[in-house]
């Protein structure tokens, strides 16, 4: 390709090429612009690298979740484990049936006395029947939150895809930014050759017409 | 120089990230094509829920004590009814029990088998849905690729644009240097 930083045109008969200090002086006028949609492509790409390499991350993360789902194990907490809900639906639980089995026990007592020594009894029975329903309808509500922790678990696992959506857009517009700032570099250095060329081969017309 | 390397740059970037794409899109799309095959031939893609240690014992606790609990009132009844009829059938009440206890056992049978409907079905979407996992992926992926495509090929575009210049404008000043020497002699 030459070394562009010699004189153009140097032993051309009658010829005034430029010098290297009038390339240099040349250089400095045009240097700003080009060294600022220089600057712009290096932001972009760095702005484009960030996103891509975010996204990638994320997919990554998204990957490995589905790994834990297919060897069936959790992605994140089970929140239906938590201890403050359990001890929220325990409670909720137990007072139900603490109530239900006061209400059966005073209707029992209420009765005339002919059945008066069955009475303790059936109330015993009561209490036990009342501790029997609430293991079941713990097993109940263990069945149901077993089902919405699956699902839980899957909204943890694609997670993961709404950064790398949006990291992937912001991809897509660094990406043209960065193309808009090459065109935008290239252009503009092009635009300074062509015009040292041009003056140079001017100067070399006029150098041989004078001699 | 310096516009062909930052062009020549930019496209080496450019083509470094939509290789990167490409091949974990296919590698998505592989292990999609994968799972896909595991389904046709009666397979599991990743573990079924529904047959986990501790889904199975809560289920069958559940199940059980219900059942227990009709079973027992069942028993309860025929008892207040032979002791209402002044004890008439005591002969009979034994072998009514054990009836119950028998109907009591096929129910269970019958609620398990039903369970394992419900679970059947459930468990085959849950195992189209990590099938189907590595496609979301994929398909981010292939837009990545194709920005990265896209800004390579503008690269490209800029690196041979300004080649092309560097070229034309050696040409040219070739051509007015003889030009030159021609006049001067």
Redesign the interface.
């Known amino acids: 390709m030459g070394n562009w930083g010699a004189p153009i045109g140097v032993g051309v008969a009658g010829g005034d090429p430029l010098t290297v200090a009038a390339w240099k002086a040349m250089g400095r006028i045009t240097a700003p612009r080009t060294a600022t949609q220089k600057s712009q492509l290096g932001i972009y790409n760095s702005q484009g690298n960030q996103a891509f390499g975010g996204a990638q991350q994320a997919l990554g993360q998204y990957n490995t979740n589905i790994g834990a789902l297919t060897a069936g194990r959790n992605v994140g907490a089970n929140p239906y484990l938590a201890a403050p809900y359990l001890r929220n639906v325990n409670q909720l639980q137990s007072q139900g049936m603490h109530a239900g089995a006061e209400a059966g026990k005073a209707a029992l007592r209420s009765r005339p006395g002919l059945n008066q020594s069955g009475a303790p009894l059936t109330i015993g029975n009561n209490a036990l029947q009342a501790g029997q329903l609430a293991n079941t309808l713990g097993s109940q509500r263990a069945q149901r939150d077993y089902l919405a922790n699956l699902q839980w678990q899957q909204y943890l696992a694609g997670s993961p895809l709404a950064g790398a959506r949006i990291n992937a857009g912001l991809y897509g517009t660094a990406a043209g930014g960065a193309e808009n700032a090459l065109n935008n570099y290239t252009s503009a250095q092009s635009n300074v050759w062509n015009n040292l060329v041009s003056t140079n081969n001017a100067a070399m017309q006029a150098g041989a017409m004078a001699a | ?3 062909t390397t ?2 020549r740059n ?1 496209l080496g ?2 083509n470094s ?1 939509s290789e ?2 490409f091949g ?1 899109a296919q590698q ?1 799309i592989s292990q999609y094509n994968t799972n896909m095959k595991t389904l046709e031939a009666g397979k599991n ?5 529904f047959q ?1 240690a ?2 199975l014992s ?2 069958n ?2 199940q059980n ?2 059942l227990t ?1 009709s079973a027992n009132t069942g028993k309860a009844n025929l008892d207040r009814w032979n002791t209402a009829t002044g004890g008439m059938n005591r002969a009979q009440l034994p072998m009514a029990k054990r009836n119950i206890n028998l109907q009591t056992g096929q129910l269970g049978n019958t609620l398990t088998s039903q369970r394992n409907a419900q679970d059947y079905q459930a468990n085959l979407q ?1 195992q189209q ?2 099938a189907g ?2 496609l ?2 994929a398909a ?2 292939a ?2 690729y194709g ?2 495509t ?2 390579a090929g ?2 490209l575009s ?1 690196l041979t ?2 080649q092309n ?2 070229w034309n ?2 040409v ?2 070739n051509n ?2 003889m ?3 021609a ?3």
């Not at chain 2, 893609?45 to 829920?49: I, L, M, Q, T």
């Open positions: 120089m310096a516009r930052t062009a930019q970037a450019a990230q990167t794409a974990n998505d893609v990743g573990a079924n829920p986990s501790g889904y809560n289920v606790k559940l004590e219900g609990t849950y849905y990590l996992a590595p979301a992926g981010i992926n837009g990545l920005t990265g896209g800004l503008n690269a800029n644009g300004t210049d560097v404008n050696v040219s000043t007015q240097a030009q030159a020497a006049m001067a002699a």
